[in-house]
């Protein structure tokens, strides 16, 4: 693939441009902070997202790094059935969130989904989502920070440390400025940048793939490929598909559990414009979605297995003009970005409302929701300067949503039945199963062991079955509480009978 060349002249030119490029989302920010009266007001944008911002900051936290970077890479290496978890089952997700819980949650008056499993579970329940969903937040925000760090160091040559720290350093600060405000003003400018990048580097290896001619480009790029690294499912085996279900599941399902989409729906100013907001997003997140993995399919054409650094700027490199390669790198500056903010104040607001504020609620809450926002940063930072080996152990710990969220959710938003014991029982059984087999699996390596004595079949992942054991639970918890609740409602019931039918009794 060559090596990456930056001349002097345009290391400057794209240090000037992303310079400006911080100055104006900070200048968003310093006007959104003349926004925030209240809490109230920092969490959720005092619910008055009209559709036009409510959509746009979901499509820009949905659109970050994994979209821009990792889906295309990993298109590259394996076909279009690696796109499983994002973007098919993260747009998917999106869709689901639109059709069936926008508008039912809007209309709870929630601050954090947490308040929500308070409200219908108890307070215990309050705390333990509150503890399942703030750390599956630290490796996606540590990753991010590295991520970025890396463009930094490509271009400009900045040391991986220093650039961890500025970039923590500028995404926590236009979030601790403004709050929701601020992310969703500087969301709206960033996946404007990141279309136009987008757009513009696939138009470019198109029309050069084809000499001149987009069909061309598309025709050669087709003809070039072999038939299976164009089938969006798996299907080659049943062990196979099963991996790309759990994939697609984890995206399309354990997202809806999570702060960050639950903010954005809680933001917007009635339920009508949480519903289309999401299913706005969800569309128009399927259709960018297809321009990363269009150029991952390029890299695969072009570069068969050797990729030995991230596709897309290796791409820019390859096809863009300088002007336009300068607009795709603050492109995925902005893609980053528009993820790190939303990552950092998504568990800052449930650990402050959820936890400080419960533990002391003499707290001012706008200071501690500011105060929580550092504390998830700085978290985040430490696990990214630790090393890949640190962050990487939670980077999948988003499933965490899944196993042990989502099942109570259903339940509690949709139905009567199963109470706070059934709902607690799901989140610890869910939860605790996931950890135990993260860390024998990552910690432990305890399939290199096993591995000999299983059938191939059971070398799958354990999602599914994680989120099924939750869902037993809940189930059986729920008919115990209920059986024990009919039982002392009958003893109650035939108690007073026998006093009744008792003259001195009743007297």
């Known amino acids: ?92 997700c999106l ?12 209309r709870m008056k929630l601050l954090t989904l ?70 969703t003003l500087t969301d709206a400018l960033q996946i404007l940048l990141v279309a136009i990048g987008l757009v513009a580097l696939a138009y ?34 049943l062990a196979g598909f099963y991996v790309w279900l759990t994939a697609f599941l984890i995206g399309a399902l354990g997202n809806i559990p999570g702060q960050d989409l639950m903010q954005r729906i809680f933001a917007a100013k009635s339920a009508r414009v949480a519903r289309w907001a999401c299913l706005l997003a969800g569309a128009a997140y399927l259709l960018l979605a297809m321009f990363p993995l269009l150029l991952g399919l ?49 568990p800052a607001v449930v650990l402050a409302q959820n936890v400080i504020l419960r533990i002391k609620p003499t707290l001012p809450q706008l200071a501690t929701n500011q105060v929580a926002v550092v504390v998830i940063a700085a978290a985040s930072l430490g696990m990214a300067l630790a090393g890949e080996t640190a962050y990487s152990l939670l980077e999948d710990a988003y499933e965490l ?6 099942v109570p959710l259903v339940f509690g938003l949709f139905s009567g039945w199963g109470g706070s014991s059934a709902a607690i029982a799901a989140m610890v059984v869910g939860g605790g199963l996931w950890a135990l087999h993260y860390v024998g699996e990552h910690l432990w390596n305890w399939e290199y062991f096993l591995q000999p004595l299983l059938p191939s079949w059971l070398h799958v992942p354990s999602t599914i079955p994680i989120t099924l054991a939750a869902l037993a639970c809940y189930a059986i918890m729920g008919w115990i509480t209920r059986h024990t609740r009919h039982r002392i409602t009958s003893d109650e019931q035939q108690n007073l009978v026998t006093i009744s039918s008792d003259g001195s009794a009743h007297a």
Not at 99 to 104: E, P, W
Not at 135 to 148: E, I, K, M, N, R
Not at 217 to 233: A, F, T
Not at 301 to 312: N, P
């Open 95 to 106: 869709l689901l969130a639109g059709i069936f819980f926008a508008s039912k949650l809007w």
């Open 298 to 346: 390029v890299a695969k054409s072009l570069f068969l297995e050797d990729f030995q650094r991230a596709v897309l700027p290796a791409l820019a490199h390859l096809f863009l003009q300088p002007v336009f390669a300068i607009i795709f790198v603050v492109a995925l500056l902005s893609a980053v970005l528009s993820t790190i903010d939303s990552a950092i104040l998504s």
């Open 114 to 183: 947490c308040d929500f499993f308070a409200r219908r579970f108890g307070r215990f329940a309050e705390v333990t989502s509150a503890c399942l969903m703030v750390p599956s937040y630290f490796g996606w925000v540590a990753a991010q920070f590295v991520a970025l760090a890396g463009m930094l160091n490509l271009f400009f040559g900045l040391p991986m440390t220093a650039g961890i720290v500025l970039v923590a350093l500028v995404g926590t600060g236009y979030t601790l400025l403004g709050g929701m405000w601020s992310v």
């Open 401 to 406: 949503t899944l196993v042990g969220l989502f």
């Open 1 to 92: 693939m060559g090596e990456l060349v930056i001349t002097p002249n345009l290391k400057w030119a794209l240090g000037i441009t992303i310079g400006i490029y911080v100055v104006l989302i900070y200048a968003l920010s310093l006007w959104a902070r003349y926004k925030i009266r209240n809490s109230e007001d920092y969490v959720v944008a005092g619910r008055r997202l009209p559709l036009s911002l409510a959509w746009a900051t979901l499509l820009a936290t949905w659109f970050g790094a994994g979209t821009m970077l990792a889906a295309a890479d990993e298109v590259a290496r394996g076909g279009l059935h690696r796109a499983a978890l994002d973007p098919f089952g993260a747009g998917v």
């Open 204 to 237: 470019e290896a198109l029309f050069q793939l084809g000499g001149g001619s987009l069909g061309a480009g598309w025709d050669r790029l087709i003809g070039s490929l072999p038939p299976e690294s164009l089938q969006p499912v798996d299907v080659q085996s």
